[in-house]
């Protein structure tokens, strides 16, 4: 009755048409102008939509065919299956047959009202279908692994002789009924149908293919341990109070000191020099720290109120304890610190001096020992030399100065600077 | 009022002088002129501080404390050093009420 072609000409179209009886003609008594029109301008649609449901259609049925020669043949067993698959092949063929009808009162032309019992049967079974997707998500993974299970059985009996195009149902014994042991199964890879944990024993499955490879296991079979052989080495405890080491306090206090910055300064070539334009007055904005912000105010405060604020007892700690905190006392006179950074050097040249000799030796030896701690690193410190353990740079300073102590102004200079100045005198 | 002082090359000004300008300028005596609170900023050149004219030197007496007025030669300084008044309180510790104020004086002659 229809053209099979493709095209979709207007000819055909109306041909088409025609034949089933409407008319294109707008002289025609019964159709008005608009309606022609509309119809004239849908029709190649419709043609090529009826072509299309009609190669459907056919290729349906010959499936359609050969599953019906299947069933009842009983090859193919449709009990025992998962239930929801089941309850949703129904669901979907109700709703096909239900949809039928509604297309087929449209086409009749009567009225498809809300309450009509098809509609509300097709609104039913929707709701089932929404609701069964999500389920059916979650199950995903086991009917997968099933049908995957199916297949291999499928595969493995297939060589064996034995039925083809089992489906595995949902108890184990299904499969056996069927000719494909567990045996079987479990050679194909898939250990235990019904266990779908991941499974490491379907990786060993794939490497025993190949007996022939090489494995990362030597002797496997010696139940002997024998560790891996690595050269003696001395067992050291991390102390960190070593004779020469110095605590972490010690040392970030020595490195905010004015002296160890400014022989940074100097040797350390590497590192950019910072200097902030704190108080230069260059600037986008003018750097203030909390320093300046507390003078801020007090300013503020006198000017506002026509008096002069003191210092009190707390400012003055806070700031003291800012100072030592920073390292820096604000504005320094270089001069005049120049004579206690010398002081400082001197002193801690002649510790390290006396610590060297007493460790190396002097002179020739000195020489050779230090060459040979360079070379095999520091070796057992539990001497036979009783040396005393100084806490830390401090200790060590004074120390020296004891050691050294001569009534001269100058020792007596050296052991007033080096005096910690927060320690009470005992 | 605040007041800011430039005084390029010299110290900073005394509080006579001050009171004397300021006297010129507002139309006031310098005894009704009292200035206090002046800080040299750092650098010298600039000091900032306050100056309170009164209507009347009376009026002055009444509002100003003890030590202004002091400073400007007016108030009647009590005893200054420590020792001096530690005897005195302990004079008039023996006594009680206005027999007190007899027994410090006495004490003292």
């Known amino acids: 009755m229809v053209s099979k072609s493709k095209s979709s000409s207007s000819s055909d179209a109306e041909k088409f048409l025609e034949s089933i009886g409407v008319s294109t003609n707008s002289d025609h008594q019964d159709v008005s102008p608009e309606l022609a029109k509309a119809v004239k301008s849908d029709a190649p649609l419709l043609v090529k939509s009826l072509n299309s449901l009609i190669e459907s259609i056919t290729s349906t049925k010959s499936k359609l065919n050969e599953l019906k020669e299947r069933i009842r043949s009983e090859t193919l067993p449709t009990s025992k299956g998962v239930s929801l698959l089941e309850v949703k092949l129904h669901s979907l063929l109700s709703y096909l047959t239900n949809l039928s009808f509604f297309i087929l009162l449209k086409l009749q032309g009567h009225s498809t009202a809300a309450g009509h019992p098809a509609l509300d049967k097709l609104i039913e079974l929707r709701v089932v279908l929404e609701k069964m997707k999500p389920i059916e998500a979650k199950l995903k993974y086991q009917i997968d692994k099933v049908v995957k299970a199916a297949n291999e059985a499928d595969g493995k009996g297939a060589s064996k002789g034995s039925a083809s195009g089992t489906v595995v149902g949902w108890e184990g014994e299904e499969v056996e009924r069927k000719g494909v042991s567990e045996y079987e199964l479990q050679a194909a890879g898939v250990s235990d149908p019904l266990q779908f944990k991941p499974n490491p024993r379907n990786l060993v499955g794939a490497m025993s293919l190949d007996p022939t490879a090489p494995t990362y296991q030597d002797e496997p079979g010696s139940g002997v341990y024998r560790p891996p052989k690595i050269a003696p080495t001395k067992y050291t405890e991390d102390n960190p109070k070593k004779k020469s080491q110095l605590s972490q306090q010690t040392r970030e206090s020595l490195s905010k000191s004015r002296l160890f910055r400014d022989m940074r300064e100097a040797f350390d070539t590497a590192r950019p020099e910072q200097v902030t334009s704190h108080g230069t007055g260059y600037g986008l904005r003018e750097l203030r720290d909390a320093k300046d912000e507390e003078l801020q105010k007090i300013e503020d405060f006198e000017l506002d109120n026509y008096q002069r604020l003191g210092a009190t007892r707390d400012r003055n700690k806070r700031e003291k304890a800012a100072i030592r905190r920073s390292g820096t006392s604000g504005i320094v006179d270089e001069m005049e610190n120049l004579e206690t950074d010398f002081l400082h050097m001197e002193s801690l040249d002649r510790a390290v001096s006396f610590d060297d000799k007493q460790r190396y030796g002097a002179g020739l030896l000195a020489k050779r020992n230090q060459r040979a701690e360079a070379v095999f690193g520091e070796g057992d410190e539990s001497g036979a030399r009783k040396r005393k353990h100084m806490g830390d740079a401090d200790e060590m300073l004074r120390f020296q100065s004891k050691q050294f102590s001569s009534k001269t102004g100058y020792d007596k200079a050296i052991r007033k600077m080096t005096r910690p100045s927060h320690k009470k005198r005992k | ?109």
């Open chain 2, 1 to 109: 009022m605040i007041v800011d002082v430039i005084h390029p090359g010299r110290p900073n000004v005394s509080h006579k002088e001050l009171g004397e300008k300021l006297a010129k300028l507002y139309g006031s005596t310098e005894e009704c002129v009292f200035t206090f609170g002046f800080r040299t900023a750092f650098g010298g050149g600039k000091s900032t501080g306050f100056a309170l004219i009164y209507d009347s030197l009376e009026d002055a007496k009444k509002v100003e404390p003890k030590y202004r007025l002091i400073r400007h030669g007016i108030g009647a300084k009590g005893i200054i050093s420590s020792k001096q008044r530690k005897e005195r309180k302990n004079r008039a510790k023996k006594f009680r009420g206005t027999k007190k104020a007899k027994a410090a004086t006495a004490g003292k002659k």
